[in-house]
C-alpha cells in the first residue's frame, strides 16, 4: 500500500488540498477528514494532478463534498485530475457533475 499525501495551501480565499498518492478504501477517511477541514474554511480546489488510484470510496467522498458544498452555498473544484482520476470520474457516468479546471485563473 502506497501512503497518500495531502498538503493544504492558500490561493486568495480559496484553499487548496494538493493530493499526491492513492484515494482508495485505505486512504479515503484521511481524505474525507481534510477535504471537510478544508470547506469549514472556504472554496475549496482539490489538485489531484498525482492521484496515482481513485477508487469508488475516494468518488464517493468527492461528491458528498459537491452536495455539502452545493447546500451550503460554496463551491469546489477538481484542478488537473490524473489521467487515472480522470477516468474513474468518467467511469460514473456523472462526470459533468465534477467541475474540473486546468489552472486556478479559471476561477478568477
Given at each position: ?6 498538503s ?10 494538493v ?27 482539490i ?5 496515482s ?7 464517493g ?48
Open positions: 500500500m502506497t501512503q497518500l499525501d495531502i493544504e495551501r492558500l490561493d486568495g480565499e480559496r484553499v487548496v488540498l493530493i499526491a498518492g492513492p484515494v482508495n478504501s485505505y486512504t479515503f477517511g484521511e481524505f474525507q477528514q481534510r477535504l471537510e477541514r478544508a470547506m469549514a474554511k472556504g472554496q475549496v480546489v489538485e489531484m494532478e498525482k492521484v488510484t481513485l477508487s469508488s470510496a475516494g468518488i467522498v468527492i461528491m458528498a463534498a459537491l452536495d455539502d458544498a452545493e447546500a451550503a452555498g460554496k463551491k469546489l473544484f477538481i484542478l488537473r485530475p490524473s489521467e487515472i482520476a480522470r477516468l474513474a470520474l468518467e467511469s460514473t457516468g456523472f462526470m459533468e457533475r465534477f467541475p474540473i479546471i486546468q489552472n486556478l485563473k479559471e476561477l478568477a
